[in-house]
């Protein structure tokens, strides 16, 4: 059966390389096509991430998680928001309304007093995005760790109250910071998932957050789970950008992202085996 | 039928969105040839498709009346088009560019190796790059998506990419789809850039929510040009665009998403870009909700691109929120073949890790060489 089996494909030698990567190297060929245990490894990835998109978001646990965690949460219990999608298919065809809050989220909100102290604001906002595994796994600790970090900080940042938003898009985090009158507002999103990575976070960052917003106003932090990016680094990025947001009174395209990238130096003075 | 009846001349005199508040509209409107439009000037919508389909549109005929058409025109024939006829009249256009190697020859289909890695680490990024080049894949341009925005990382894939390309002598180009503004900070810091990356739209507004202007562009095109790397030609630019980006953007002026992508390529030809590929799936279902949608908007994509000149590739994708699966990728994948599209990605076993899609793998490609030979 081996022996067979070996004739009809012909193995990759370099397969070898995955130990440098998540990415489906190595494959190796029937004829110059996909061998069928690699075809159908594909399908079965396929099939998990729709899966990963259809999952509706579980606040209940969400909520546990967040008392359970050694975060500094500001003293109010989170708010539970929603969008104006829905369900799922009005969602994923309607980004419009992912973008803003139901009538009763706003009045909700609305209840929520201004932060008018004078200190530059910080508003949490968690989304379920496009993938609610990504919250689910990741969002906690990512809120530890940001917390923690904020709390060394000696920025005098003020938090507002944590929000959790369902069936949102990033530009809902716009509108939420601008009804709380935030400085800046921080969204933690489910991104579309990967066949190899259905739990991806992504962080936007906004400075001034107002509705309308364009796409060049904010600044992201993708791919963020323990395979990907870590919290730590997340974090120390985040808080990289809100210094320097404060300090230019701006976020997006003009304000780049000049923290050494922590992860590339790993593989010391970038040495790779193609070229040494 | 009403489409069909309009005269072509109408879209020079009615601009869809104003003159006076899109520099895009400007564009087209300021170097629109009207010698070159000669041809087809007296004809309507719907004659325009018959004299496309027709004997006296040769690749030649073609190739001439380009700087005639405006991309409102372009868009509104394709609208009358069947897909046999999109891949038809495609096919007969002609449009080569060059760098260090030659695109877009009749009977070639060339790759865009694509070895992105989620948290751009170089050995991962070296291993697909490896995998890639053992299937033949890359000689459009080698090409990452770094993870982040960020010029020094920006720099040291560029490092990278181009001590390989020296070191093997590998006939190719290399490019970091970067904001234009990092890759110019990057040439000024020094960095080999062969190809400076922007994705585009078709409205003043679409781009400045990307966070440029045309004069960006045209400063980076500058720039790219005194590094003087290429070596066979001086195409330097490299644009990626979309359907629904400018919708996504909120800023189409009541335009069609299809209208505002052709726009996007009037703004590409006016850089003479080496590649420019239109990312058709990636947008999502908010936009394109299957995979009929995606293969339509592929075709029409290829199409515009090609009657208006620019070295058009297909970005052959979906994402896991879209109705759509690997048959359907293999549908487009064979007909942007047989319509002759200049380019399409190459991704180990169709799976980007760092932007978390699909598109077609280098096996895809050797599939597409074999069967449409």
């Not at chain 1, 065809?93 to 009763?104: A, F, Y």
């Amino acid at each position: 059966m081996s022996k067979q089996k070996k004739s009809l494909v012909t193995e990759n030698v370099w397969r070898v390389l995955r130990q440098f990567t998540d990415a489906r190297i190595g494959l190796g060929r029937a004829g110059i096509s996909l061998p069928t245990h690699e075809l159908l490894k594909f399908q079965l990835a396929h099939a998990q991430a729709r899966d990963a998109v259809h999952f509706p978001l579980d606040v209940k646990r969400l909520l546990k998680d967040l008392g359970e965690s050694s975060a500094a949460l500001p003293g109010q219990s989170p708010l539970l928001l929603k969008s104006q999608a829905e369900d799922r298919l009005t969602y994923l065809q309607r980004p419009d309304l992912g973008r803003s809050l139901s009538q009763e989220s706003l009045e909700c909100l609305a209840g929520l007093c201004r932060g008018d102290s004078g200190e530059p604001s910080v508003a949490i906002v968690i989304v379920d995005g496009l993938s609610s595994s990504a919250i689910q796994n990741n969002a906690v600790p990512m809120v530890t760790q940001f917390l923690r970090d904020l709390e060394e900080e000696a920025g005098d940042w003020l938090l507002a109250p944590l929000i959790i938003v369902e069936q949102g898009r990033v530009a809902i985090g716009d509108e939420i910071g601008e009804c709380l009158g935030a400085s800046v507002v921080v969204v933690l999103i489910g991104e579309r998932p990967g066949l190899s990575s259905p739990d991806s976070l992504g962080i936007y960052l906004s400075w001034g957050p107002k509705s309308g917003l364009s796409d060049a106003r904010r600044n992201c932090i993708s791919n963020v789970r323990p395979a990907g990016l870590s919290f730590e680094h997340a974090s120390q990025r985040l808080l990289y950008l809100m210094r320097e947001a404060r300090r230019l009174g701006i976020s997006g395209v003009s304000l780049k992202d000049r923290t050494q990238e922590v992860v590339i130096e790993k593989t010391a003075n970038n040495k790779n085996f193609l070229t040494d | 039928m009403r489409l069909a009846e309009l005269p072509l001349r109408a879209f020079l005199s009615e601009a869809l969105v104003p003159y006076e508040q899109d520099e895009v509209t400007r564009l087209i409107l300021d170097t629109h040839d009207l010698a070159a439009f000669a041809p087809v000037s007296h004809l309507t919508v719907g004659d325009f498709r018959n004299w496309l389909l027709g004997d006296d549109a040769t690749p030649a005929a073609l190739g001439k009346l380009r700087s005639g058409l405006t991309p409102e025109m372009v868009a509104a024939v394709s609208k009358l088009m069947r897909n046999q006829d999109l891949i038809l009249v495609a096919k007969k256009c002609r449009v080569t560019t060059a760098f260090r190697n030659t695109i877009g020859l009749p009977g070639h289909l060339s790759t865009r190796l694509q070895p992105n890695h989620p948290t751009d680490n170089i050995s991962g990024i070296a291993a697909s790059l490896l995998d890639g080049l053992l299937y033949g894949n890359g000689d459009a341009v080698i090409g990452i998506n770094p993870a982040t925005d960020n010029v020094s990382q920006a720099i040291k894939l560029m490092g990278l990419m181009d001590d390989v390309i020296r070191k093997y002598d590998i006939p190719t180009q290399s490019c970091v789809l970067t904001h234009v503004t990092n890759t110019l900070e990057a040439i000024e810091q020094g960095a080999p850039v062969d190809l400076v990356f922007q994705s585009i739209g078709g409205t003043e507004a679409t781009n400045s929510s990307f966070g440029f202007s045309l004069s960006t562009l045209q400063e980076a095109q500058d720039a790219a040009l005194s590094l003087k790397r290429g070596t066979v030609g001086n195409n330097v630019m490299y644009f990626e665009t979309g359907q629904g980006s400018s919708l996504s953007a909120n800023a189409h002026h009541g335009i069609d998403q299809q209208t505002c992508e052709a726009r996007a390529y009037a703004v590409a030809r006016h850089f003479d870009p080496l590649l420019v590929n239109t990312v058709v799936g990636f947008i999502g279902p908010e936009y394109l909700y299957d995979g009929k949608e995606i293969i339509r908007a592929g075709l029409e994509d290829h199409f515009c691109g090609k009657l208006l000149g620019v070295p058009m590739g297909c970005d052959i994708c979906y994402t896991n929120h879209a109705e759509a699966d690997q048959n359907d990728m293999d549908n487009l994948l064979t007909l942007l073949g047989v319509a002759g599209c200049t380019f399409i990605m190459g991704i180990p076993g169709s799976d980007d890790i760092m932007l978390n899609y699909q598109t077609t793998s280098f096996h895809d490609a050797l599939y597409a060489r074999r069967s449409l030979t």
